[in-house]
């Protein structure tokens, strides 16, 4: 659990997402990690500068459709050979042919599901309360049209002094402390 | 017919809408930057004056709409026998009408799924509402089997679950293929939609000055606020979903296509069924989001967001499909003749020539003689007056084209000592009408509600967007991009 007590960091307002990302790429370098940038838009540079490259979305979405595959098939299989055999027009009990179209939307189903709920568990949603709604300029830029980086306070290269002057070099619109 | 390119054309080349780089019509009118597009597409919603326009709109379709009140009242107190449905003609209007709405919705799934595979930019404009159209269509489509089934309170016996009858469904028929088809549809076009709307709801929340309006977007917006790495996530999901999405619209149409080919009957046991079910849905779809973007671009002034060169793109794609459509109906005619079956070509002799024949002949004017010979036109392609007739046209004829296939198969089938007619009753018309007002008043709800245009869709096809190495200053970054 981070600290929750004192700040939550500084963040620092961009109106260019080319200052963003030249911010957050320095900042990197300078060794900060606990940071994250907040965009109206995805902004792919700004994942770069994070070094944030990989999601888990995909795999979770590739074992939602093996699981959709398998129940949906395999429920087909069995309602219809051992559970509920019925001798339809003298086809073979098991017709595997015309079981692939609902196993095939099971897939679908369940991969979309995964996908889509994988997501919003990966980011933690919902999630309604967050500290940097706190901050005066967030909620009119973030989802407009400014960009923001924010620095935690629990990176351990974070002092709320020197971390200021640091962003201040990169010329943002305001660098406000965001409490928790 | 094809005009000339706009380039060597004096009368379009001021037109300050036209690239002068590509001579199209731009997909965003210049000179938008993120507030302003956010600020137009958001104060449709977050305006606390209703339009006048929209209360007469919603209170009209909401009169017909009463239509499927009384029709599914009167339906079941009496059953499915106060339809015109009997003996031959046992699939009557509920058919039609489930293979007519749902092929509607197929668009906006194209529009939102496919369309972003290929990075078809200009899509994102037309795609919120698109999709939309796709979940109201599918409402509307998927009532007409549920109702036609006879006991619709008894429609969950039509999904596998274990029961004291010890009855389960029986997965060689097609019928039990469309409940897994529509439904895995409705669901991840619910999904889809509902995910692409979060960012925008965030937008909505932080914009919203009622309190009410705040605490509901942000209960929808999932606490959404922008972070680099949810936008990662959020875009891999999307993509997965579209990339989901693609086979299973391509799927459902098939399977509904299936209802008919599967089915040992002269005139839809043929394996052309499939490709040509699925252009007629992506053709009527888009005949229906223009009918709905026609009137919206216009009444909410959107012509900057959803320009000329979408209806223009959006009339080509209509062509594509129409030409699939027309090689359908030609490629009937002609395995008709070349099956060398008596009862096939007896069954288009009667098509085209039968008592009924008038609809077929129908569905030639409405779908090939009048989109195909004028959607070559590009004159005509950018004029909304135009497109907004075409689309009703096209529209009726991809309603008939259910009828002819429906109807005309099965009113004369092998035995003549079985032949007899079908007509549709006042409940099948006031039923199907109704559906009408019933889309149009979900349309209208959702126009006042939700985002129609997905704002962070469009921040990304702004100039600003790009990003210059060394993070230059924001004025001069700005006034460049402007």
């Not at chain 2, 594509?320 to 288009?348: D, L, N, Q, R």
């Not at chain 2, 509600?449 to 970054?477: C, F, H, N, W, Y």
């Amino acid at each position: 659990m981070p600290v929750r007590e004192g700040i939550y960091g500084l963040l620092a307002e961009f109106n260019t997402p080319s200052e963003l990302v030249h911010a957050t790429e320095m900042a990197h370098r300078a060794g900060y990690r606990r940071m994250e940038c907040y965009t109206p838009y995805p902004v792919e540079e700004a994942a770069e500068a994070l070094r944030f490259h990989k999601t888990r979305v995909p795999l979770i979405c590739l074992i939602g459709g093996i699981m959709g595959l398998i129940t949906g098939y395999g429920m087909e299989v069995w309602i219809n050979v051992w559970g509920y055999p019925l001798n339809i027009r003298a086809m073979p009990l098991f017709s595997w042919p015309a079981f692939v179209i609902p196993g095939y939307e099971w897939t679908i189903l369940f991969s979309g599901l995964s996908a889509a709920f994988g997501m919003i568990a990966l980011n933690g949603l919902p999630q309604l309360y967050h500290p940097l709604f706190n901050a005066p300029n967030f909620r009119d830029g973030a989802t407009t049209d400014k960009f923001f980086l924010c620095l935690e306070a629990h990176d351990p290269r974070f002092s709320i002094a020197e971390t200021r002057v640091f962003l201040e070099q990169f010329n943002p619109v305001s660098v406000v402390e965001v409490d928790h | 017919m094809a005009t000339q390119g706009p380039i060597h054309d004096p009368e379009t080349v001021h037109d300050p809408m036209i690239d002068p780089r590509t001579g199209e019509y731009a997909v965003i009118a210049p000179g938008h930057n993120f507030r302003s597009v956010t600020q137009k597409i958001a104060g449709i919603v977050l305006t606390g004056s209703t339009p006048w326009a929209w209360w007469g709109g919603f209170f009209f379709a909401a009169t017909i709409a009463v239509g499927v009140v009384i029709g599914v009242t009167w339906l079941f107190l009496k059953g499915v026998g106060i339809w015109g449905v009997t003996i031959p003609g046992a699939w009557g209007f509920a058919i039609i009408n489930f293979v007519w709405w749902i092929g509607i919705g197929h668009a906006g799934t194209l529009i939102s799924a496919i369309l972003l595979l290929f990075k078809q930019g200009w899509r994102n404009s037309i795609n919120r509402f698109a999709e939309a159209m796709t979940i109201f269509a599918v409402c509307c489509a998927g009532m007409f089997p549920l109702l036609h089934i006879g006991r619709p309170w008894l429609g969950y016996w039509l999904f596998p679950y274990p029961n004291t009858m010890n009855v389960w469904p029986q997965f060689r028929s097609p019928l039990a293929w469309d409940v897994f088809a529509v439904s895995t549809y409705a669901t991840i076009s619910i999904v889809f939609w509902y995910i692409g709307m979060v960012p925008d709801f965030g937008t909505l929340r932080d914009r919203a000055k009622s309190p009410i309006a705040k605490y509901l977007y942000g209960l929808v917006a999932l606490g959404w606020r922008g972070s680099t790495r949810h936008w990662i996530r959020y875009e891999s999901a999307s993509l997965l979903l579209a990339g989901l999405s693609t086979p299973l619209v391509l799927s459902v149409h098939t399977t509904i296509s299936f209802d008919f080919a599967v089915a040992a009957m002269a005139g839809w046991h043929t394996t052309i069924f499939p490709p040509y079910f699925v252009a007629g849905a992506v053709y009527s779809g888009f005949a229906m989001v223009l009918t709905l973007a026609i009137p919206i671009r216009k009444f909410y002034h959107l012509e900057d967001l959803v320009t000329l060169r979408h209806l223009d793109n959006m009339a080509k794609v209509m062509l594509v499909t129409g030409s699939i459509v027309a090689y359908g109906y030609g490629m009937e005619v002609f395995m008709s003749w070349y099956s060398a079956s008596h009862w096939e070509f007896f069954m288009m002799w009667n098509r085209m020539f039968g008592p009924m024949g008038w609809a077929y002949w129908l569905l030639i004017l409405t779908n090939i003689a009048i989109p195909l010979t004028t959607l070559w036109s590009r004159r005509l392609r950018v004029s909304p007056g135009y497109l907004f007739f075409l689309s009703f046209v096209v529209n009726i004829g991809m309603w008939f084209e259910r009828f002819v296939i429906v109807v005309t198969s099965l009113y004369r089938e092998y035995l003549p000592s079985s032949w007899g007619t079908y007509r549709a009753t006042f409940w099948d018309y006031i039923l199907f009408i109704g559906t009408w007002g019933f889309f149009t008043v979900l349309f209208l709800l959702f126009a006042r509600l939700a985002p129609m245009i997905p704002m962070s869709e469009i921040r990304m096809m702004l100039p600003q967007t790009k990003v210059r190495p060394g993070g230059q200053p924001a004025d001069r970054v700005v006034e460049e991009a402007l």
